[in-house]
């Protein structure tokens, strides 16, 4: 059910996520409405906002474009929301006639003066509110950082269930479906429904049972005490992240051969990693046999390497499958939630991302004097020759401009402490490596470290060492990736 409706309408809604409780002032849930409306940036003021004048908790919620942009902010307590439409925050103009709202957002909601913000997944929250908005927040809660014990990958169910224990019923379906859909079209009902009922979660939860509680040992973000190249340096590390999340494909097509086994699930095994089966993932699979062709539903239960098992209602013969597609975005890795769960860290002050650390200092951080290294880095660049070239790496082989970045690499000068190499596809940039890692160890170098984004582009690193012929390495990859790949 979708349409678009005159902005600032006050509409009702049921929540359906939980039964058998209460709001404050005694109101049972399965009889209460809550109250929302959607307001523009351009037409939000104090009047609007006064409705949260309170030290009740609030709860806040994000909605998202399609590629990870912010574009609506759902503010709730547990009777009423507000929707506020910031899509038009980019453009210029708008931005200019907003100043006045986004002081009053910031000032009355994100930095209140009494009372808490509460939400799910906080750290992408106040990152995008960040860097859309350039808003601080002060007192917002991660709801999930109080289980992280019990689950380990942030699924909001299993935090609502915790605080709400036995003495309320959770329509858990109905919570997955709520965190399900990512992207919000604010011309769909079920999305602004959705939207609001994920900030009236959040609202509500702290004031449940003993829920304020459970909630109380989390630190609270406060972005109000960091610095501007501090705040930057964080909510740019979190935005990329963000967006790559939400510009992943929502469907994979797998490359596979199938078998079935004696149970009548379909084993698949992937032919490359790049589309490898991820266990509890849902598929679509296309078979076709004397009937004709048609498509079934399905669910990965499980993988050992390049397998993963799936289980359909259908008996079918692993013969008739020929296309397996997954259904929705992948999941994080185990490098995505380190990464998110640092961000939070460092939004919740539990770490400092580095300020110290020369490296840091020097590309986040930088003094307009050029790179400063510590005295004991590098005593004397000016005196360290560079190695000379290696016979058994072949290097007429190499163009010009790959031997001069090899040599920057090789080099002791400050001047070249970082280097970047950049190329399109194809023009030798693995080459490069390898043969810097090739003059490098001959000179004597030891413990040198080739870091990449994937596991693939690592083994890629490792099978052109292998090509000119050094093999004093040892290769580091995940454990999915090393079984069988």
């Not at 709001?23 to 307001?39: A, E, K, M």
């Not at 084993?267 to 993932?281: C, E, V």
């Not at 990965?300 to 008996?315: L, P, Y």
């Not at 984004?453 to 099978?463: G, L, T």
Request: charge should be negative; glycine fraction near 8%.
């Amino acid at each position: 059910m979708s349409g678009s409706r005159p902005p600032g309408r006050e509409s009702f809604y049921v929540q359906n996520v939980i039964e058998g409780a209460s709001i404050p002032g005694g109101t049972s849930l399965d009889f209460g409405r809550i109250t929302t409306s959607v307001v523009p940036i351009t037409q939000l003021d104090l009047t609007t906002l006064n409705i949260f004048d309170h030290a009740e908790p609030l709860g806040l919620a994000a909605g998202y474009d399609q590629g990870g942009k912010l574009i609506a902010l759902a503010i709730s307590d547990p009777n009423t929301c507000k929707i506020i439409d910031v899509s038009s925050i980019s453009k210029s103009k708008a931005r200019h006639t907003s100043d006045e709202a986004l002081h009053f957002l910031e000032d009355k909601v994100l930095c209140r003066s009494a009372g808490e913000l509460f939400a799910f997944d906080a750290g992408p929250i106040t990152v995008s509110i960040y860097t859309s908005l350039r808003l601080r927040i002060t007192g917002l809660v991660d709801i999930q950082t109080a289980f992280l014990e019990k689950d380990q990958d942030r699924a909001p169910l299993a935090s609502v269930l915790e605080i709400m224990g036995s003495d309320g019923a959770v329509y858990e379906d109905n919570v997955k479906e709520l965190f399900n859909e990512p992207v919000y079209d604010p011309e769909d009902k079920n999305c602004r429904i959705d939207l609001a009922t994920r900030a009236w979660l959040a609202a509500f939860l702290p004031t449940y049972s003993n829920g304020a509680m459970m909630l109380d040992g989390v630190a609270r973000i406060d972005t109000k005490k960091k610095g501007e190249y501090e705040l930057d340096m964080i909510t740019k590390l979190g935005t990329d992240a963000h967006r790559q999340d939400y510009l992943s494909p929502m469907q994979t097509e797998h490359k596979f051969t199938a078998r079935s086994d004696e149970n009548g699930r379909i084993q698949a095994r992937a032919d490359i990693y790049k589309t490898k089966f991820h266990a509890n993932r849902d598929v679509q699979v296309t078979v076709e046999n004397a009937r004709g062709k048609f498509s079934i539903y399905g669910t990965v239960e499980g993988t050992v390497g390049r397998t993963g098992s799936i289980k359909v209602d259908h008996h079918i013969t692993s013969e008739a499958v020929t296309t397996v597609t997954s259904i929705g975005h992948e999941g994080p890795t185990r490098a995505d939630r380190d990464k998110a769960q640092l961000i939070l860290h460092a939004l919740q002050d539990k770490v400092s991302l580095g300020s110290k650390n020369p490296w840091v200092q020097n590309i986040w951080f930088p003094d307009g004097q050029g790179m400063s290294w510590p005295e004991d880095w590098d005593p004397n660049p000016a005196d360290l020759p560079l190695p000379p070239p290696s016979e058994g790496g072949n290097q007429a082989r190499y163009n010009p401009s790959q031997l001069k970045a090899v040599e920057a690499m090789l080099s002791s000068s400050t001047n070249n402490s970082i280097v970047l190499i950049q190329g399109p596809p194809g023009t030798g940039k693995t080459s490069v490596i390898a043969n810097y890692v090739l003059r490098a160890t001959e000179a004597g170098q030891k413990g040198i470290w080739l870091i990449a984004q994937s596991n693939v582009a690592v083994k890629n690193i490792a099978e052109k060492l292998m090509s000119i012929g050094f093999e004093k390495w040892r290769l580091l990859v995940s454990k999915d990736f090393h079984y069988e790949w």
